[in-house]
């Protein structure tokens, strides 16, 4: 099976500017989560998409959105960026609720 | 509020003897922990699991101990090699507070360094 892929990896954006991050997940799975990840935070989740629904949300601005379509690809949108959304972004896929989450490779975003 | 703490940003051992990494959740509402394992430029990948109706999971090289009266639980990496060396991030998975959410909260993460 392919795993998690997201494209691109690696994005260059100016402040003000908005960005659309891509993943496609491990086929059969319905799940897909997204968390930022920036040094000395770890990952903090944004939002988990099942089946077309967003089931889960962080805490981050209104900023940050996305959604997910029929094939269970999904898409995390940023807009008006500012400086401190440069960070690694990453993608996860399960199977379920309670299943083990498998990552992407993520994408680099940085704001200039 | 965290409630996946790691509190050693880092930890350094040598090839061959015993890696542990710890990890404390404060929500008794987590029930299945998990660890991952990052290398730079990378995705974390999966690396080993435990119900909370366990105390002790092994596979291979690794064993995840879970104490749940300290909501404590460790990572013992026997014998620890250069390869393990990466930054190594426990999850916890549950209910938060309030019964509504389901979701994965990762700490914030150990890199580890086994020297040759």
């Known amino acids: 099976k392919a795993g998690v892929t997201q494209t691109p990896r690696y994005l260059i954006k100016t402040r003000g500017q908005q960005v659309t991050l891509s993943c496609s997940p491990i086929s059969g799975h319905r799940s897909v989560s997204w968390y930022q990840q920036t040094p000395g935070q770890g990952l903090q989740f944004l939002f988990e998409?099942?089946?077309?629904?967003?089931?889960n949300k962080g805490n981050f601005p209104g900023r940050f959105s996305g959604r997910q379509f029929s094939n269970s690809r999904s898409e995390m949108n940023v807009s008006t960026l500012e400086l401190g959304d440069s960070a690694l972004y990453l993608c996860?896929?399960?199977?379920?609720?309670?299943?083990?989450?498998?990552f992407g490779a993520g994408t680099r975003l940085s704001v200039l | 509020d965290q409630q996946v703490k790691q509190n050693s940003p880092s930890l350094s051992v040598q090839e061959g003897r015993i890696s542990i990494l710890n990890c404390d959740y404060t929500?008794?509402?987590?029930?299945?922990f998990l660890w991952y394992k990052k290398y730079p430029a990378e995705g974390p990948t999966f690396l080993i699991s435990i119900s909370s109706i366990k105390d002790k999971n092994e596979d291979g090289r690794f064993t995840v101990f879970l104490n749940k009266s300290a909501k404590h639980l460790s990572l013992h990496i026997v014998p620890s090699q250069p390869g393990d060396s990466a930054v190594y991030f426990c999850a916890a998975s549950g209910f938060n507070s309030g019964g509504s959410n389901y979701k994965l909260t990762f700490g914030k993460g150990t890199l580890l360094t086994v020297n040759p």
């Open positions: 998409y099942f089946s077309e629904t967003q089931r």
């Open positions: 929500n008794s509402m987590f029930d299945y």
């Open positions: 996860a896929s399960s199977s379920g609720l309670k299943n083990i989450q498998y």
